[in-house]
């Protein structure tokens, strides 16, 4: 899956927790060394957020729409949010 989130870069400091993610969710990211927005976003962009023990789609598209969700709420830089597949 590809994707490309424009996403103001004085966000990608800002920790995982500012997401609200699930307890599962977030101890994926934690026990994938992702602990930014910056770190998921290159995660996603790198296609490497998959790699991580325990990820499965229903974490990694509870990430993915808590990251959009994020961008739209905290960005006015939001250009474009493309799937080439979509997941399941």
Known sequence: MKITFNI???Y???TIEDLELSDRSS???HRGNIHTIGD?????EDETLT???GLGKKVEREVKNALFNFALCNSKDV???LLDTKVA
Do not use: E, H, T
């Not at 998921?40 to 996603?44: F, G, N, P, R, S």
């Open 8 to 10: 103001n870069d004085s």
């Open 12 to 14: 990608f400091g800002n």
């Open 27 to 29: 101890n994926c990211m």
């Open 40 to 44: 998921l976003v290159q995660a996603i």
């Open 51 to 53: 790699d991580i023990k």
């Open 79 to 81: 250009v474009k949010f």
